[in-house]
């Protein structure tokens, strides 16, 4: 059998598979209306009570009233963060390039450290809808302005990425055309998430995680079973060095070292996290900051199992086709499709199963989109139109402007789904452009909450210089990964043992030697584009820290004294206050020592 006729007898997406894909939709859907319908009863209730109607509308379009539990705010989470992007692309980086990258998780426990201690506890005592209303209380309006501008580029740059990702799948398992599917399931999510606010999505979410986690382990358990157990898909990464020793080096232009991976991905983790108004309206969602608290180290709990399950799925991957790797026979076509053919091979002959999986990878994309354009929705309510407009919104005006936010970057994000999949593998490409708006902006927030002698015009300063140094590095570097100028290296594979024909001769490959080594394009000429690219998004973070640091010290503006302590983390907090009592105290103090001598002196006298 040809490739291309073996390819086609894969996509055996039948009828039972179409019909658990549509009743995902189906309940996401029912859920949107359930809550658009309770909407409408808080609604009538504040109409009675003669409450302020725009901003309680608000409040619980956005953050669902300041009343969510834990349990759906911790799901929400994990599903929000962990994406199709995650889902995909983490078992393509472990094939690829071997299990190193999974030291990452280290850095998602520091981040939650930093999390808990350090921007946790300033967002929730001020009680915001919008993050980035703290960069006008910190700074002034226009870095609140220029903060909510990074999170709307971000989020043109992600969000396209998380909606091009399902359609890999669905096409390896169906053969429809990704322009054809993108549409109609984001349909149902901007329907969804227009209607029923923060509460439809979190419930979705909920949903969404449950199906995502199921359809992991239906491939994972039935993958290894079919492979003779996880001893064969260990020897078989062992013998390929896919299983190795952190890697210590400190080349920079390594695609993976203990130290990209541990300081670059604490800066990675915190960009999503820390900063993110998709993440932090969840977390001010819930009534205190202990249930806050609690909920950082659930849902860091929930993304390291996560992680940890599709690493394993990428040595499946390998043990599967370690005789007859399908990238090189094109069996599948694109990078990101290894895992649905997996699926398609494993659970393909089983009716319903298939469709579980694709099910869960759009759930995993639904749960980010959704997520994205409730965030969009409240930034634009909040830093832009309530900020330009001199008179308070209505209800119904405050109704109209949150939807059609949704429904018009919705359909942004459909379009944009032409130019991603011109663009290379996905996980590598969302950290590469999202530390382009990420990386300033954890740096303006960063000194905000922990050096307070930085003031407004350093931030803003020292935000467009990273801006534009970040643009070009990752502008500079995804060219020459596209055009090929710059090539990391694989681990070894090998098409020896295939029983299908394909273009090209039979051979194995072995680029790197067997010893855990990793050579990241160690033949290209160092530039500083090329340098890691879990690292764009420290360095664009430490160079707006620096530049802002340095240009409000020479400016000399920043009266410490006049500044809000309820912007600054607590231990800088309290450091400000016992200096702000000292100095209050000191004068007293030398009146007293002047008024005592002055009293000897007479006595003697």
């Known amino acids: 059998m040809h490739v291309d006729e073996l390819r086609i007898s894969l996509q055996s997406f039948g009828w039972p598979d179409y019909v658990v894909f549509c009743l995902m939709l189906a309940i996401c859907a029912v859920i949107g209306i359930h809550f658009c319908l309770q909407l409408r009863r808080e609604s009538r209730q504040l109409k009675a009570t003669g409450a302020e109607e725009a901003a309680s509308s608000a409040a619980s379009y956005l953050v669902g009233g300041r009343k969510m539990k834990i349990f759906p705010i911790t799901m929400s989470l994990i599903s929000s963060f962990i994406s199709g992007i995650t889902l995909l692309g983490t078992p393509t980086e472990v094939y690829l390039y071997g299990a190193q990258y999974l ?19 300033v967002f929730h005592e001020l009680n915001l809808i919008s993050t980035y209303k703290y ?38 398992a169906t053969g429809v055309n990704i322009h054809i599917v993108t549409p109609c399931v984001c349909v149902v999510c901007i329907f969804y998430t227009c209607i029923g606010g923060l509460k439809a999505v979190v419930w979705t979410d909920v949903v969404q995680t449950l199906i995502m986690f199921g359809a992991m382990a239906l491939v994972l358990i039935k993958g290894t079973m079919d492979i003779g157990g996880p001893g064969v898909v260990w020897q078989r990464a062992k013998q390929t060095a896919r299983v190795e020793s952190p890697n210590f080096t400190f080349d920079l232009s390594e695609r993976y070292t203990f130290y990209s991976l541990v300081l670059g991905g604490v800066a990675h983790w915190l960009k999503s996290n820390a900063i993110s108004q998709n993440m932090i309206q969840r977390y001010l969602s819930l009534p205190t900051l202990r249930h806050a608290r609690i909920a950082i180290w659930t849902f ?82 909040e830093d832009f139109v309530k900020t330009f407009r001199h008179e308070p919104l209505t209800e119904t005006q405050t109704a109209f402007v949150m939807r059609s936010v949704v429904v018009v970057f919705g359909v942004i994000f459909v379009a ?83 029983n299908y024909t394909f273009a090209g001769e039979r051979r194995a490959f072995s680029s790197l030697p067997l010893d855990g080594a990793i050579s990241a394009a160690s033949d290209a000429p160092f530039h500083l584009y090329r340098i890691s690219y879990l690292y764009f998004t420290l360095f664009g973070a430490l160079l707006t820290i620096v530049v802002a640091l340095v240009t409000s010290l020479l400016l000399r503006e920043t009266d410490l004294d006049a500044l809000d302590t309820r912007l600054l983390t607590p231990f800088v907090r309290r450091w400000l ?20 001598l002055k009293a000897v002196q007479e006595t003697a006298a």
Not at 144 to 155: D, K, N, Q
Not at 582 to 591: D, E, G, I, M
């Open 103 to 121: 030291y990452i998780m280290g850095s998602l426990v520091l981040m939650g450290l930093c999390m808990f201690y350090i921007f946790l506890p």
């Open 135 to 172: 960069l006008e209380q910190r700074y002034n309006r226009s870095l609140r302005l220029f903060g909510s501008i990074m999170f709307i580029m971000a989020s043109l740059l992600w969000l396209p990425i998380v909606i091009y990702v399902p359609a890999i799948a669905f096409n390896q």
């Open 300 to 381: 860091i709990g929930g993304v390291l199992a996560f992680l940890a399950i599709c690493g394993y799925t990428g040595l499946l991957i390998y043990a599967t086709y370690a005789d007859c790797d399908p990238l090189e026979t094109k069996l599948a076509q694109r990078n990101d499709q290894l895992l649905p053919l997996l699926v398609m091979e494993t659970l393909g002959t089983y009716p319903g199963l298939p469709g579980i999986f694709v099910a869960g990878v759009f759930s995993a994309a639904l749960s980010s989109l959704s997520t994205g354009l409730n965030s969009l929705s409240a930034v634009v309510l």
């Open 416 to 498: 944009l789904v032409f130019i991603v999949e011109k663009l290379g593998a996905v996980l590598q490409l969302t950290i590469t452009l999202t530390s382009v708006a990420n990386g300033p902006l954890l740096g303006i927030f960063t000194s905000g909450v922990l050096l307070p002698w930085v003031n407004s015009k350093g931030a803003l300063l020292g935000g467009v210089s990273s801006l534009v140094v970040m643009a070009w590095m990752c502008i500079k570097a995804q060219h020459d990964l596209v055009t090929g100028d710059l090539v990391y290296q694989r681990k070894p594979y090998s098409t020896l043992g295939c």
């Open 577 to 596: 206050e016992r200096r702000r009592s000292r100095r209050t105290q000191l004068p007293a103090q030398k009146l007293a020592k002047r008024t005592k």
